[in-house]
Nanobody
Framework: VQLQASGGGLVQTGGSLTLSCAASGSTFSSSPRAWFRQGPGKEREFVAAISWPGTRTGYAPSVKGRFTISRDNVKNTVYLQMSSLMPEDTAVYYC??????????????????WGQGTQVTVSS
């Protein structure tokens, strides 16, 4: 069982990137998913979440209006489209699968499976 995140890279301020997170096989195909990130010297923080089959989404205030989370349930893949990127978006981005429902969708304690992370660097 694996979550494979990809799509990170180096981009200039104001640029765009799209991250992908593919789950192996049919595992997690009907589970809510999310993206978190951890910037240099910072704690990991919530970025965006999506329900199954994808009718509801939620965003951190810092990315709302700039980032869009979506999912392709046939491909079992979740995407994070990022635009108007800023240096403060620089971080390792992690995708995760929600396995617990004891709290809010932005609580990382509710996510039991994590991808390996992909680096996003935004230059000023």
């Amino acid at each position: 069982v694996q979550l494979q995140a990809s799509g990170g890279g180096l981009v200039q301020t104001g640029g765009s990137l799209t991250l992908s997170c593919a789950a192996s096989g049919s595992t997690f195909s009907s589970s809510p998913r999310a993206w978190f990130r951890q910037g240099p010297g910072k704690e990991r923080e919530f970025v965006a979440a999506i329900s199954w089959p994808g009718t509801r989404t939620g965003y951190a205030p810092s990315v709302k209006g700039r980032f869009t989370i979506s999912r392709d349930n046939v491909k079992n893949t979740v995407y994070l489209q990022m635009s108007s990127l800023m240096p403060e978006d620089t971080a390792v981005y992690y995708c995760a699968v929600r396995t617990g429902y004891g709290g809010d969708y932005d609580d990382e304690l509710n996510y039991g499976h994590w991808g390996q992370g992909t680096q996003v660097t935004v230059s000023s």
